[in-house]
């Protein structure tokens, strides 16, 4: 058996009247790695500073003071917010023809800008990785339409990174363990060729 992995998106499902989102796929992800090798040599050079995540907590405070997360970032424009989504694929694997599925690891990546967290003055950008500050903000409602079971990655620590710029802009990063259905052909088996998808989706 054949196998190929294919991206599908649903172009319909992705451009709404309250936010729209850009796809990129990717069958690499250097910059991605980068990210994460850099997010985790912040992480240890933070270690010995004891103040650092007081001052981080306080900085998000005074960020969050009159932040609705329940209003799109460009609400008071009136137009959509554009989220970038990218995917990195770690793994891909267990394809099972009795219950036409199979599994993959990955990273999914967004970005988006919101203007109510533009704050110039702060040195350096805030990395929370803790899911519950993750829930204080605004993300986009992204969702894999053909999934059939979603784990997130908790080990050794939650896989979930959020990073605020100066500028306002946001990169969203977690670990996802997926299983896709894929509806096989075995007609020819085992000179077989399947196609499966990732069907990423967003609501409104």
């Known amino acids: ?72 970032p460009t609400s008071h424009l009136g137009t959509p917010t554009e989220v970038f989504c990218e995917m990195y694929i770690r793994s891909f694997g267990s394809i099972n023809p009795s219950t036409m599925d199979y599994e993959v690891d990955l990273y999914l990546r967004q970005k988006w800008q919101d203007e109510r967290l533009k704050k110039p003055e702060m040195s350096r950008p805030l990395d929370l990785n803790d899911p519950k500050l993750v829930q204080r903000i605004w993300k986009p409602e992204v969702f894999f339409a053909n999934a059939k079971h979603a784990e997130f990655q908790y080990v050794t620590v939650p896989n979930v990174l959020v990073r605020i710029t100066p500028s306002g802009h946001l990169l969203y990063m977690l ?30």
């Open 1 to 72: 058996m054949r196998k190929y992995l294919r991206c599908i998106l649903y172009p319909k499902l992705t451009h709404r009247v309250h936010y729209k989102v850009t796809f990129m796929w990717r069958s690499n992800g250097p910059l991605l790695m980068r990210l994460l090798r850099n997010f985790l040599r912040d992480s240890d050079s933070d270690a010995d500073q004891p103040n650092s995540t007081i001052e981080d907590l306080n900085l998000l405070d005074s960020l969050l003071k009159n932040y609705d997360r329940r209003a799109l």
């Open 175 to 204: 670990r996802l363990k997926l299983t896709f259905s894929c509806m096989m052909d075995l007609y020819r088996f085992p000179l077989d060729t399947q196609v499966c998808t990732i069907e990423l989706a967003s609501c409104e």
